[in-house]
Nanobody, 124 residues
């Protein structure tokens, strides 16, 4: 069992930055890959970024590539999502998730544990 708690969401103007954090507890943190997903009103939940168990491999959705950075600290059991150059279309609830696997996974079904979500709102 893994418990995930996100923090760091909020309201920011277009072009601004936010840093989301996710604290994990339960199973040994380095035994699974992590991901960030987001869900905007009326839309499907989509993968934003993912990171392997060691942090050595990362994935980014095309829509955020070059603007977002995912990182993890296995000593502190945390994963972060640094979001720069934010756009109004980035507005969504962002979820931290723990994968069933150690490698990068981008599909929802690969993730067994989810945080409660944190709202990110980007104003134009």
């Amino acid at each position: 069992q893994v418990q995930l708690v996100e923090s760091g969401g909020g309201l920011v103007q277009a072009g601004g930055s936010l840093r989301l954090s996710c604290a994990a507890s339960g199973r040994p943190f380095s035994s699974y890959g992590m991901g960030w997903f987001r869900q905007a009103p009326g839309k499907e939940r989509e993968s934003v970024a993912a990171i392997s168990w060691s942090g050595g491999n990362t994935y980014y959705a095309d829509s955020v590539k070059g603007r977002f950075t995912i990182s993890r600290d296995n000593a502190k059991n945390t994963v972060a999502l640094q979001m720069n150059s934010l756009k109004p279309e980035d507005t969504a609830v962002y979820y931290c998730a723990a994968s069933r696997f150690r490698s990068i996974m981008t599909t929802r079904s690969a993730y067994a544990y989810w945080g409660q979500g944190t709202q990110v709102t980007v104003s134009s």
